[in-house]
């Protein structure tokens, strides 16, 4: 009965322990928004060559991207209304919002908040679902970029 009682406080220590590890976690992560005007590439087609869609028999998507340095970061995404909407507003060039994630002062993943003012998620809250990836192309071999 003794040992029963031992192993419920030792189960309940560790139960406090991740508690306050993800409460931590959670307290110590911020949401900031960064703010860019990008280029707009439709059907794929980059300046450093064509992007391909995520899923193998999807349409090719929608390219944002902006240079820095002699390198490129980018986003590109698969959505009909969007793309339709950057298309009827003629569009060579958007203005994208990111929410950037930093835990304890350091950035890490980030993820489409708007374009052109059409808001797709605010935080860690999805408004729009859109299929997105992104990264950075390095054309200098001494260029670290940071993206978004």
């Known amino acids: 009965?003794?040992?029963?009682?031992?192993?419920?406080?030792?189960?309940?220590?560790?139960?406090?322990?991740?508690?306050?590890?993800?409460?931590?976690?959670?307290?110590?992560?911020?949401?900031?928004?960064?703010?860019?005007?990008?280029?707009?590439?439709?059907?794929?087609?980059?300046?450093w060559g064509d992007v391909g869609p995520e899923v193998e028999g999807e349409g090719s998507p929608t390219v944002l991207y902006r240079r820095v340095g002699n390198s490129y970061c980018y986003t590109a995404f698969e959505s009909e209304q969007l793309t339709a909407l950057l298309k009827r507003e003629g569009a060579r060039q958007a203005t994208v919002q990111y929410n950037v994630f930093s835990a304890f002062g350091r950035e890490g993943k980030y993820t489409l908040r708007s374009i052109n003012g059409v808001l797709l998620a605010d935080g860690k809250r999805t408004i729009t679902q859109v299929h997105q990836s992104g990264g950075q192309i390095l054309l200098a071999e001494n260029e670290a970029l940071s993206c978004p």
């Open 1 to 47: 009965m003794r040992k029963g009682r031992v192993v419920s406080f030792a189960a309940l220590g560790i139960a406090s322990i991740a508690v306050c590890v993800l409460a931590s976690v959670s307290v110590g992560t911020r949401v900031s928004v960064r703010t860019y005007r990008m280029e707009v590439a439709f059907d794929g087609k980059a300046p």
